[in-house]
């Protein structure tokens, strides 16, 4: 072999662990769910709420090597946390890398590995202890929505399609409501509550925010008092400020963390799980820890 090919064939090999490596740290990374924690404080909060906590994981995506009992052996971890409240946000399989770019090449075998998955995530978690509820909403990606709803019935689960449940202790209340499409009819919603009322709004995708931004109450002014949203997962690979995923306007707006938007906290979690391929760069897996207290006057 030449010089010019010995160099050549040296450069191919450094190519090759270089992406071996990175594909292997953003696997790793994938496969690393942090525990973040948050204290928020809500004006309309109830006095019993003060000190509660609610667990907030969204976009599980089982995919790949994240399967149902993979995930379902991360809440078994979670529950050392004590929640008292456990809200999931949708998004709860996502289709491989490769059925995506076959595009319906065996996609009722992969359909049904999916729901399979789904539904052994549901039986894993099913013993999950949160005191003061379980809530699931639904993303418009969640396939067979209906089994969806008896797979959370059956785990314990309340599941919160476009609708609200309250949480009471004592005489006091506190109203979750799970928004899983965009065109849901917020101002519908903001109706049925006064501003006194304390609100969590746990939503599918920032897509909302807009909506429920301009939505009000039923003697005006704002009625929600938290907004959980996720299904951006942070843009999942982030390489030189550009990501992966197709985000739109809004969620590169509310792409993950904290906002405070006239007085609404708003939280956008990066997801439990990944879309398509179980690789991270630029982002974290995580769940959120929230801690509710009470705003001084």
């Known amino acids: 072999m030449s010089r010019g090919g010995r160099v050549a064939l040296a450069v191919f090999i450094a190519l090759l662990l270089a992406l071996a490596l990175f594909c292997g740290g953003a696997a790793l990374n994938a496969g690393v769910v942090r525990v973040r924690r948050a204290e928020v404080q809500l004006r309309d909060l109830p006095a019993a709420f003060e000190g509660k906590t609610l667990l907030y994981a969204s ?8 399967t149902g009992a993979r995930s379902g052996a991360l809440f078994s971890k979670l529950q050392e946390l004590k929640p008292d409240m456990l ?3 949708g998004d709860y ?3 491989s890398l490769l059925k995506v770019l ?3 090449s065996d996609a009722d075998g992969r359909d049904l590995r999916q729901l399979r ?5 549901f039986l894993y978690i099913k013993d999950f202890e949160a005191p003061l509820g379980k809530f699931g909403i639904a993303a418009p990606e969640d396939p067979e929505q209906e089994m969806l ?3 959370m019935l059956d785990a314990g689960i309340t599941p919160l399609f476009n609708n609200r449940a309250p949480v009471t202790i004592g005489g006091d209340t506190l109203w979750i409501i799970g928004v899983s ?3 849901a009819n917020l101002n519908s919603a903001g109706s049925a509550f006064s501003r006194g009322d304390c609100v969590l709004v746990a939503a599918y995708s920032p897509a ?3 909506v429920l931004a301009t939505s009000e109450a039923q003697d005006g002014g704002r009625w929600a008092d938290l907004a959980l949203t996720g299904h951006t997962h942070g843009g999942q690979v982030r390489l030189f400020g550009r990501d992966l995923l197709n985000l739109t306007t809004t969620e590169r707006q509310y792409r993950a963390g904290w906002t405070m938007e006239n007085g609404l906290p708003i939280l956008t979690t990066q997801g439990v799980g990944c879309e398509g391929v179980n690789l991270r760069v630029g982002t974290e897996p995580e769940v959120w820890l929230i801690t509710l207290m009470r705003a001084a006057d």
């Not at 998955?117 to 995530?121: L, M, S, V």
Request: hydrophobic content about 30%.
């Open 149 to 151: 709803a008896n797979l």
């Open 181 to 183: 499409r965009e065109t």
């Open 59 to 66: 976009d599980i995506d089982l995919c790949g090597m994240n």
């Open 117 to 121: 998955d789904r539904t052994d995530f």
């Open 102 to 104: 076959n595009r319906g």
């Open 87 to 89: 809200i999931l946000g």
């Open 208 to 210: 909302v925010l807009p």
């Open 93 to 95: 399989t996502s289709p």
